[in-house]
């Protein structure tokens, strides 16, 4: 279930009255999703998708508003915010922060083919260029600077062996992360996994839920993206998804020596992040309804995997 807020059809009806997105015709909650309430809302004129927001820190929902139009103005395929016919995006309904959205088509792949990686790849490429001169500044909540504080509050649920492996990792980014030049910046998505993402056919139809959007290292953002897009089950890297998304990726913005040079811990990093989040989940603040958690154990298989095997040499950029 995903609609921790109920709405009735007149609630929805009298919503739409401030956008020009015509009258409704049905409403449907959507079972899938883990934090908002999300409604599929038919008009006479379009498919639309209504977010409350029930959980975060609403301060930063205009970061978020930002973030979608600059993405949506420069043609991604992202959901752009409706706004109303004053121009305004955010907005309240059953006293939580509401957006309206256009749905997206597609549904995500759970086994990605290799021209869908390099979709994504092509995407995430056009996105990060031109995310390098997004003008607002959300700094990444999920780097090294929470990592730090973070990992202690796991420890004590965790093997003597696994307490040693999350120390010596923290440890190891903070020599290599602490020192190193910075990495090109821009805005990020933060959470680009598979699910979140619309396909039809080998079409991306949509990139979807930029909630963990933040800015900060470009690089963080692919390592997500190829920990979850191009591992196999034994949490090894899958060479030929990993090269179709890094070669359609560096067509659009090639990674710098520096990024060349991160690429391996950078891989370590964000898996250790989603072993710890996930770990944060678990056994430190479990949410309020009673949906399975994901595995945190798929991460730390992954992190063992990059830190004993290491990095998959990157393609190189085609001229
Ligand atoms: N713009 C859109 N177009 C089409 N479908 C959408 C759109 N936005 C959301 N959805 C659908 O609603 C579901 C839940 O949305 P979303 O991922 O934003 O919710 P969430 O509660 O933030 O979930 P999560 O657990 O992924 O953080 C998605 O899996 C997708 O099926
Ligand atoms: N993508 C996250 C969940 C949503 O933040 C995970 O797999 O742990």
């Known amino acids: 279930m995903a609609v921790f807020t109920p709405l009735s059809e007149t609630q929805v009806a009298d919503f739409l009255d401030r956008f020009d997105a ?3 015709v049905s409403l ?10 999300t409604f599929f809302v038919t008009t006479d004129r379009r498919d639309l998708v209504l977010t ?3 959980q975060g820190d609403h301060e930063e929902l205009p970061f978020f508003v930002e973030l979608l139009d600059y993405l949506d103005e420069h043609r991604l395929p992202v959901p752009g915010p409706l706004h109303d016919r004053e121009g305004v995006a955010l907005h309240s309904l059953a006293g939580k ?13 759970k086994a990605p ?11 995430l490429g056009r ?6 001169y997004f003008p607002g500044h959300r700094p990444n909540p999920r780097d090294l600077h ?3 504080p973070m990992h202690h509050k796991v420890l004590g649920y965790l093997s003597p062996q696994d307490q040693t492996l999350m120390k010596d990792e923290v440890e190891t980014y903070q020599g290599v992360f602490g020192a190193a030049p910075e990495l090109p910046q821009g805005a990020l ?6 699910d979140n993402t619309l396909f039809e056919g080998d079409r991306l139809g949509g990139i979807i839920d930029f909630y963990n959007g933040c800015t900060g290292d470009l690089l963080f953002d692919l390592a997500i993206v190829i920990n979850d897009w191009a591992t196999d089950a034994d949490g090894q890297l899958n060479a030929k998804r990993h090269d179709a998304i890094l070669s359609a990726y560096q067509v659009r913005r090639p990674l710098t020596d520096a990024e060349r040079e991160a690429w391996p811990m950078m891989l370590r990093m964000t898996a250790l992040r989603y072993w710890l989040s996930r770990l944060l989940v678990v056994y430190v603040d479990p949410p309020a309804h009673d949906l399975t958690p994901h595995d945190p154990e798929q991460f730390r298989s992954i992190l063992l995997a990059r830190l004993n095997h290491g990095a998959l040499p990157l393609p190189e950029v085609s001229e």
């Open 28 to 37: 449907e909650g959507v079972p899938a999703g883990t934090e908002n309430s």
């Open 113 to 123: 083919n290799l021209a869908q990686c390099q979709a994504l790849g092509d995407a």
């Open 22 to 24: 015509g009258s409704l």
């Open 97 to 109: 922060p509401a957006l309206l959205f256009p749905r997206m088509p597609g549904k995500f792949p």
């Open 127 to 132: 996105m990060h260029k031109v995310s390098r």
């Open 189 to 194: 998505h933060g959470d680009l996994f598979r």
């Open 52 to 54: 409350l927001f029930e």
């Open 146 to 148: 929470w990592l730090l």
